[in-house]
């Protein structure tokens, strides 16, 4: 059933065994695509946001729903475009292509009550996976406790299983647990929540053969390589939805993820000309391990005036990340036609920060009969800084000497500013809405070796972006819609840098002083 911009589907229409889950019903549905992966499309568009009865669900994990849920407990499925914050509040649509998102709402009887499921399973050479979901419904109330473990990294699960993993190659050990809630205090109030930790172990061993096909002469590479990574990730999130009035809506939303990553890999190459003649061959290992922090926390309020369509609207979002790292990198590289060997030992630390912030005040003024102008601002401001120190081994066996190939330092900052100006008619049958948008910025980008400046680049971009928007409307069931807009891409700071940045000797990288912004 199409009403207006949703697609509706009725879940009991769509088979499925008794303990299927929601990922086993929406493979039944015309249209929705769900990969061997778990990546959910829509007529080609990825769902990257899932609703229960039009609250979010383990904002971070759509499939921790999909996976999980049983189908019995769902009553529709619906598709449409998913509204920032700002456009519900305003009414206007914002520049680009809005994501579609899933909304699944819950049979009425299973509103109330207690609801679990359980699997286990185990088999030869100690294999094992378990799946537990225990889910607490009471009206718009709801407390869900998801868990799951396993060391197959299986990818494509029977229907009706809990539980798989997300596995790229190799063999992966999985843990993970979350409890989810959503609680209305009074029909004022609304408050949402998530905590979360995975856990997830990886062994991948893996050979290639690849031949380059070049004006210069045809190349062969041959490459085995052996890599096993640890990650463990804490998550959690919390959203409140207050009106205080009739008139009033005020939203609070804040994240916070703290993560371990333990990475090391052992490999070997050889390269081959076409005749069979060595081009270079060697071997490395390299280790690595890094702690990542990153919170972002945003409000806005909007308030409604006793003119119709008058509104106004304000909002603030900051985001700061910390990451730090340490590890070594040994390799050995034999070059045939120069009869030279080059030999690597080297042990290196980095880091990695960047704060953000957003300010942005909307408002809309009704100027006729459905017609209205809408005027926004925003400020935008973001800096960054990564730092990498390289030390090869010294006589002594100790790391002290600098490795100047490895070793950088980059600091960016950028601001930039946000002016539109929108006209939007909302008819009985044509919709359309007419924008402009002025976008000037400036970003600086330096290079540092230590305390030596290297490069400086600097940008002062004035952008401008008209937006349109045109609907018609024939039917509750049937319209047509056309958007355009304009956005010119600029290359960073980084990418129009002349100093070479190398990740291993064979791959070095270098900015390009010459290129050109696209439209």
Not at 279 to 294: F, Q
Not at 315 to 337: D, E, V, W
Request: charged letters at 25%; proline letters at 2%.
């Amino acid at each position: 059933i199409v009403r207006g911009d949703t697609i509706e589907y009725n879940a009991d229409s769509y088979k499925v065994s008794e303990h299927a889950v929601v990922e086993d019903l929406l493979r039944k549905i015309p249209g929705i695509n769900v990969s061997a992966d778990g990546k959910i499309t829509v007529n080609g568009k990825e769902i990257r946001k899932i609703y229960v009865d039009g609250k979010e669900f383990f904002s971070d994990d759509p499939e921790m729903m999909t996976k999980n849920l049983p189908a019995k407990i769902i009553h529709k499925v619906q598709v449409y475009e998913h509204k920032s914050e700002h456009e519900k509040m305003t009414g206007f649509k914002e520049s680009g292509e809005n994501d579609k998102v899933l909304n699944f709402t819950v049979k009425e009887e299973m509103r109330k009550g207690w609801l679990g499921n359980m699997a286990l399973g185990y088999g030869s050479k100690n294999r094992y996976e378990a799946q537990t979901m225990i889910n607490r419904m009471q009206d718009d109330d709801r407390y869900t406790f998801i868990g799951r473990a396993n060391n197959i990294g299986s990818q494509m699960p029977m229907e009706g299983s809990f539980f798989f993993g997300d596995m790229n190659g190799g063999l992966e050990k999985i843990w993970s647990g979350g409890l989810n809630l959503n609680k209305s205090f009074s029909e004022k109030m609304d408050v949402s929540g998530y905590i979360s930790s995975d856990k997830n172990d990886r062994e991948h061993i893996q050979k290639s053969k690849i031949e380059h096909i070049i004006a210069q002469g045809n190349t062969i590479k041959k490459d085995e390589s052996n890599t096993i990574s640890s990650m463990l990730r804490n998550a959690g999130s919390a959203r409140f939805n207050w009106q205080p009035d009739s008139l009033t809506t005020i939203l609070g939303n804040t994240n916070l993820s703290l993560a371990n990553s333990q990475n090391t890999n052992a490999s070997t190459y050889h390269t081959l000309e076409a005749n069979g003649d060595t081009i270079h061959r060697g071997n490395s290992s390299n280790t690595n391990t890094g702690d990542n922090y990153t919170f972002t926390g945003s409000i806005s309020a909007s308030h409604k005036f006793s003119k119709k369509g008058r509104s106004i609207t304000a909002s603030l979002q900051a985001s700061a990340n910390q990451g730090t790292s340490s590890g070594s990198n040994h390799s050995t590289i034999y070059f045939n036609k120069q009869q030279r060997t080059e030999v690597l030992d080297q042990k290196n630390t980095g880091s990695n920060n960047s704060a953000y912030f957003n300010g942005q005040l909307s408002y809309v003024e009704p100027i006729g009969k459905d017609k209205f102008v809408s005027f926004s601002y925003s400020f935008n401001t973001n800096t960054s800084e990564s730092d990498k120190d390289a030390r090869n081994k010294d006589d002594d066996g100790n790391y002290t000497l600098l490795d100047k190939r490895y070793t950088r330092s980059v600091l960016s900052n950028s601001k930039s500013h946000n002016l539109m100006l929108s006209f939007r008619s909302s008819g009985e049958k044509i919709d359309y809405q007419l924008g402009f948008r002025l976008n000037p910025s400036f970003n600086e980008n330096k290079s540092y070796m230590k305390d030596s400046l290297l490069d400086t680049q600097k940008q002062n971009i004035t952008e401008y972006s008209p937006d349109a928007h045109f609907s018609y409307i024939f039917s509750e069931r049937e319209r047509v819609s056309l958007r355009y807009s304009g956005r010119s891409n600029h290359p960073s700071a980084r990418q129009l840098s002349s100093v070479s940045e190398t990740t291993d000797p064979l791959y070095v990288t270098y900015g390009n002083p010459n290129l050109k912004a696209a439209f």
